[in-house]
Nanobody
């Protein structure tokens, strides 16, 4: 059974940094596309960025480009989301996702991902 577990969320001030981690288990995720999404109250789930298995060429949403960085550690089966210069509009529940099928290097839609974590809350106050 595939399981994704996120951790590292919390409450921070605007301008602070935070690191989220997603631990994958239940199968090998070595050649699987993974991604981070987020969902704010009353809004649809929003793409944040991809975590390619070759650890380069990630795609990022415009809203986070230059501030967020995604990386993967295949030895630990983890994916991290490094967030800096956080803004109040980054407040959301952040989800880790994994796809069972690789469609392209630019998988930005939630429906392209089959496995999801339970989410971790990030709250940024001004």
């Amino acid at each position: 059974q595939v399981q994704l577990v996120e951790s590292g969320g919390g409450s921070v001030q605007a301008g602070d940094s935070l690191r989220l981690t997603c631990v994958a288990s239940g199968r090998s995720f070595g050649r699987v596309m993974m991604a981070w999404f987020r969902q704010a109250p009353g809004k649809d789930r929003q793409f944040v960025g991809t975590g390619t298995w070759w650890n380069s060429g990630n795609t990022y949403a415009d809203a986070v480009k230059g501030r967020f960085t995604i990386s993967r550690d295949h030895a630990k089966n983890t994916m991290s989301l490094e967030m800096s210069s956080l803004k109040p509009e980054d407040t959301a529940v952040y989800y880790c996702a994994a796809a069972s099928i690789w469609y392209s290097n630019n998988m930005v839609r939630p429906q392209e991902y089959d496995y999801w974590g339970q989410g971790t809350q990030v709250t940024v106050s001004s």
